[in-house]
């Protein structure tokens, strides 16, 4: 088992510790995050058309919050964590633009992917800042608000 108990600023924190201490704006954008990369595989698994949709979701979403929980008890809360979000988002919504962009969805399925998408696409904004941040040698931890 992983040690979410990784040192940020002097303080012993889990990782959603660690996110819930961060500023209100950053805490509401996680969370919404959660609930529609959530509700997005939820709601597709309604349609025979979207089915294989909802699975690529699920497993992206799993797939994220593992090397989400790997990378924090592995280095801390330091901008490199926006890095699992680069590689597996960035291919999610490539995936997802070319599925929109061929199937003819009915309209709440479209609905919900374009609103995953955007969401998507503006958390990507900031990871590859985050990283490239890490990367120029930003390497402290993200001190909670």
Not at 25 to 35: A, G, P, R, S
Not at 98 to 111: E, G, I, L
């Amino acid at each position: 088992m992983l040690d979410n108990s990784r040192n940020t600023e002097g303080l012993d924190l889990s990782f959603m510790e660690a996110v819930m201490a961060q500023p209100p704006l950053v805490t509401y954008w996680v969370l919404w995050l959660t609930f529609i990369m959530t509700i997005s595989w939820i709601v597709c698994l309604f349609s025979k058309q979207t089915r294989l949709d909802a699975v690529v979701l699920f497993i992206v979403s799993v797939a994220v919050m593992i090397s989400m929980q790997w990378m924090y008890a592995t280095v801390g809360f330091v901008r490199l964590l926006g890095l699992p979000h680069v590689v597996l988002w960035t291919p999610l919504l490539v995936y997802l633009g070319y599925r929109v962009s061929r199937v003819d969805y009915k309209t709440p399925f479209r609905q919900i992917l374009y609103v995953l998408m955007a969401s998507i696409a503006i958390s990507l904004l900031f990871d590859y800042v985050d990283v490239a941040r890490y990367l120029l040698g930003e390497r402290g931890a993200i001190p909670p608000a």
